[in-house]
């Protein structure tokens, strides 16, 4: 398969697939592109394949990671567009170096550095950003009546 991004959109078009991003993903350390397409389909989808050319793709749901910030620690954007102070990864502090000291997340009080993935507030944000790509809502729409629902609900 090899197929531009170009003649992705125009077969996807020419069966009225609208798409918002089409990304070609390559193999690690190489231009050579492998048979993952992401497709980002405009509106509700229910699909359970998409042919391009001659080939017929099995469609899966794409579940997105939240944008996590190295720089405050912080989910929903990432250290290029930072404005905050930097975090210590492990305590939260406003100091450069990691401190070996005591590992605790300054979000969730739970013992675990801020850039771990079982942190109940990555998942907070994992929900909210499918949320909204589910119910195809604007980002950032489902965001404050999730979070109350999510501090309702948990234990801590």
């Known amino acids: 398969m090899d197929f531009r991004i170009v003649d992705i959109n125009n077969e996807l078009s020419s069966q009225n697939i609208a798409a918002a991003k089409i990304v070609r993903f390559k193999k690690k350390g190489t231009s050579d592109p492998i048979p993952t397409v992401l497709v980002d389909e405009i509106g509700k989808t229910n699909r359970i ?34 404005n905050n102070i930097k975090r210590c990864k492990n305590c939260g502090g406003s100091h450069d170096v990691n401190s070996t000291l005591h590992i605790k997340y300054f979000r969730c009080e739970e013992a675990h550095d801020a850039l771990s993935k079982e942190c109940r507030f990555f998942s907070l944000e994992k929900d909210i950003i499918n949320l909204e ?7 950032g729409s489902a965001e404050e009546s999730h979070f109350a629902y999510f501090c309702t609900n948990c234990k801590g």
């Open 49 to 82: 394949e998409i042919k391009i050319g001659r080939l017929i793709f099995k469609v899966s749901k794409f579940i997105e990671n939240p944008k996590l910030c190295y720089k405050c620690l912080k989910c929903g954007h990432t250290q290029l567009r930072c």
């Open 133 to 139: 790509r589910e119910k195809d809502l604007i980002p």
